[in-house]
Structure formats: C-alpha cells, structure tokens
C-alpha cells in the first residue's frame, strides 16, 4: 500500500472581492482564444454573467455563450454545451455559477479533450486526457466545484446521478469573488452553505481523511458556523460572503483530497428522483446520518461540536458529539432549511432510492457501513421528523 498521498487543486487561484477583474491576465498566459462560457438563464437575467463578459469585452476577448444549464444538469444538456463549443472552435472554457454550471464547463471540457459520451466517465479517473483549460467562476459559496475533481450530471433515462471523480477536469483558474454572490437570494445563501458544512464534515469522518483535509474541513466548519447565518440575513454582508468563500473552498478542497459520504450517496438520489437541490438534499439528511454514524466517529463528532462554537470542556465525548448534531439541526432551522416532508419526498420510493445509493461512489467512503434497510431507516427518520 502506498504511504503518500496526492494533492489535488486547481492551478491557480483568486479569492476576494474583485478577483474577476483578474481573468484577462490568465487567459494570456494560457494563450486561449476563445472561451465557451457556460452558466443558466437566471445568472443572466440578475446580471451576473454580465459582470463577466464586461470584464471580457473590455479585454477584448473573444467568447461564445452557452446558458442552457439548468439545476442537476443532464447529458442532453452536456451535450448541447459540447455542440456549441466544437461548432464555435472555443479552446477553452469559462463556467460562471454554482454546482450545475460548473459540473457542466467540467463535462463539456473533458469531452472536447476526450470525446465520447459523458456517461463513458462516471466512475474515478476514467477520461484519459486533460480536459480543455477550465475557468471556474464560483458565484454561490457551498458546491465546492470550482476547486474539486468531482462533478455530478444526472442520467435522465436511469433518472440517477452520475459521479466523476477526475483530476483531468481540475480547474486552471478558479475564482471565488463575492461582489457576485451579494444578489443571491437568501434561501440559495442557506442550501449552498449548508452543502459546504456537509462537504467538510463528511471530508473529517470519512475513511480517506488525512491531515490535510482535516485541518481545512475544520476551519470551514467554523467559518460556516459564525458566517452563514449572517450571508443569510443580508446578502450584502460582504465580510460574511468573504468568509464563506473560503469556508466552501476549504471544505471544496478538502473533500476533493479525501472524500465524502453517506449523506451525498442519498442526496445524489433525491436530487435524480425529484430533481430536488443538492444543497437542500444534503441539509434535510445530514445530521440523521450524523447519527447513524456517531458509533463510529464520536471523538470526531466532539471536534466538530468545538468548531461549531459549543463549548466542550466538561462534556464527554458522547455529549459534545449529541451536540454537534442538535446544533446542525439548530441552524438549519434557524436559516430556513426546509423539512423533507415538504420537499416531495414520497415513502414509497424508499426502497429505490436506497438501492440506488448502495451503488454511488461515494458511499464507500463512509465511516460506517450502511445496508440498503439502514438506508431506508435514516430516509424515514429524516422524513418523520
């Protein structure tokens, strides 16, 4: 067994408000001439793409847009974007948005590079060359994709969610710059950053930790812990979206390093089922598969509930690692998480979006081994709470 492990992230990168206006630079120096510039239609209307292209257009850089994406993009779309970029000869690619937009600059990137299908990918490291340079514009502060090696494109015919975990989709340059996310509506602000609390507590417990990712996981879980709240409450906080830029990088970077877990191999089903946001999926499940595992990671769990703010100096590790989760529970009632009940979730399908996350790749990272009836017991605790 090898006794090294290595590093993944992106190539370069600017964290900071004004940090897009740095894109030109780049682009030189990647000697690129045309960008594919892949985001939605919403990112458009409230004018954040524009800021973008601003900072194009002034450097005069030549571009094709693709803004097609919708949330738990498929292969059709993934197909469309490649399209575009080959009919346009771009030879490079700009995402700009959260998860979906970036997943899909990701996956139009590896098949310029790669061909084939998408779903030729699903699995780890299955592309064999390296994708088209990739800028990744980050403009809500949970998913993580600008920094990782992951991205998820739903299968509409199986209606699941395909993972591709590839170190040839990693970003030259990405960008987390908070003027972009001061017009993000304040239930996107909470269902983003609860999704990067769970990359970072899922990244500290899971088999692949190391002491890399824990130290970031960590510092991302405070972070969320004294910002969120306030990104939440006024948009406008920019000391609070500054810190929850580096709060989801961090935890971005370190589950890309080590690894995920039960909660995104149930969250990736409700997300192809019921075309449910992934950021919402991973906050109502999240601390009922803290529970689930706790046997196995209570010392874990305590480190977790000091990062959280709880003070932990005279309680035992089963005590501090209880109130870890009741303080996950507290804020994600305090922010407007919604309940899974209200979410369309439907009893019945339990037994299939359980099977179905047996098989996800990310469940084999998990601290504690799950069957598919511990599965369906923690969808319906979830459910019944």
């Known amino acids: 067994m090898a006794h090294y492990r290595e590093l993944y992230q992106p190539s370069n990168t600017l964290i900071g408000a004004g940090a897009i206006n740095r894109i030109p630079h780049f682009v030189r120096r990647m000697h690129c001439q045309k960008a594919l510039i892949v985001s939605d239609e919403g990112l458009v209307k409230i004018g954040t793409v524009a800021k973008v292209l601003s900072v194009l257009d002034s450097a005069r850089l030549e571009y094709t847009l693709f803004t097609e994406v919708k949330p738990n993009p498929t292969t059709a779309i993934v197909n469309a974007g490649y399209e575009a970029a080959k009919k346009h000869q771009c030879d490079y690619v700009i995402g700009i948005g959260g998860g979906s937009p970036l997943d899909v600059a990701k996956a139009v990137a590896i098949l310029m590079t790669n061909g084939g299908d998408i779903r030729d990918y699903e699995g780890v490291n299955q592309s064999p060359k390296r994708s088209l340079p990739i800028i990744a514009v980050n403009t809500t502060a949970g998913t993580g994709s600008e920094v990782t090696r992951d991205y998820v494109i739903t299968d509409e015919e199986k209606k699941v969610k395909m993972l591709m975990v590839d170190y040839h989709c990693i970003a030259s340059l990405a960008i987390d710059d908070p003027l972009l996310m001061a017009d993000m509506p304040p239930k996107l602000t909470a269902a983003t950053g609860m999704d990067a609390l769970t990359h970072a507590i899922e990244a500290y417990v899971c088999r692949s930790h190391f002491p890399y990712s824990d130290g970031l996981a960590l510092e991302a879980i405070r972070l969320v812990s004294a910002a969120l709240k306030r990104a939440v409450e006024n948009g406008n906080d920019i ?147």
Not at 344 to 360: C, H, M, Q, V, Y
Request: proline share 3%; hydrophobic share 40%; net charge negative.
């Open 239 to 385: 000391e609070a979206r500054t810190d929850m830029c580096w709060a989801e990088y961090m935890a971005g970077l370190a589950f890309s390093n080590a690894g995920l877990g039960l909660v995104h191999a149930m969250a990736h089903q409700l997300g192809g089922f019921y075309n449910m946001p992934h950021g919402v999926a991973n906050a109502v499940l999240l601390p009922y598969v803290m529970e689930y595992n706790s046997s196995e990671c209570k010392e874990r769990y305590a480190a977790i509930a000091a990062a959280l703010g709880v003070d932990t100096v005279n309680l035992t590790c089963d005590q501090a690692s209880e109130k870890a989760i009741q303080s996950i529970k507290e804020l994600s009632s305090d922010i407007g998480i919604p309940s899974l009940k209200s979410l369309g979730f439907r009893p019945e399908d339990t037994i299939t979006l359980s099977l179905n996350a047996t098989n996800d790749t990310c469940i084999s990272d998990n601290p504690k081994e799950a069957s598919v009836t511990d599965i369906k017991s923690i969808f319906l605790n979830a459910y019944n709470s």
